[in-house]
């Protein structure tokens, strides 16, 4: 009984996790994202403003994903762990990318380099959401 509760409350706090990030992530590409060239005249601004502090929040929610990922996979394997794994392994790299790698170079960026950096981002940002649907879809239909 005790297992059984436990297990509920991981899977639990495990979906709530990913539809936290999941949910974030949608509001920011498709509702905030778009509004910004009409209300912000410095876009670059404004999304660093909008970035600011956000990475630990996420890490803690990537890393929660993990270790209640594992624990279910270990307490119950699945074949749907192994895809889940796949996708938030690519959802984890492409948020390492940009943070610790593409952010850097869109704050030192050259004006002229903005536009590009700037469709890279939204290209990483649409793939790492389709990522963690993915993921979360996988778990629910499994």
């Keep these: 009984m005790i297992r059984v509760m436990v297990t509920r409350a991981l899977v639990l706090i495990h979906a709530g996790v990913a539809a936290l990030w999941l949910g974030s ?3 920011s590409l498709f509702v905030v994202q778009p509004k910004l060239p009409a209300i912000a005249t410095d876009q670059e601004d404004a999304q660093r403003t909008l970035a600011h502090g956000n990475r630990r929040p996420v890490v803690a929610m ?8 594992i ?4 307490s119950e ?13 690519a959802a984890t790299v492409l948020f390492w990318w ?14 002229a380099e903005l536009p590009a950096l700037r469709r890279r981002f939204r290209a990483a940002a649409i793939a790492m959401f389709a990522l963690v649907a993915a993921a979360f879809a996988v778990g629910y239909l499994w």
Excluded: D, E, N, Q
């Excluded at 990537?62 to 990922?69: N, Q």
């Excluded at 940009?98 to 004006?111: D, E, I, K, T």
């Design 98 to 111: 940009v943070s610790w790698r593409g952010w850097p170079r869109r704050v030192f960026a050259l004006p």
């Design 62 to 69: 990537i890393t929660v994903l993990w270790v209640t990922g």
């Design 71 to 74: 624990i279910l996979t270990i």
């Design 25 to 27: 992530m949608a509001y």
């Design 77 to 89: 394997p699945s074949p749907a762990a192994a895809v889940k794994i796949v996708l938030l392994a």
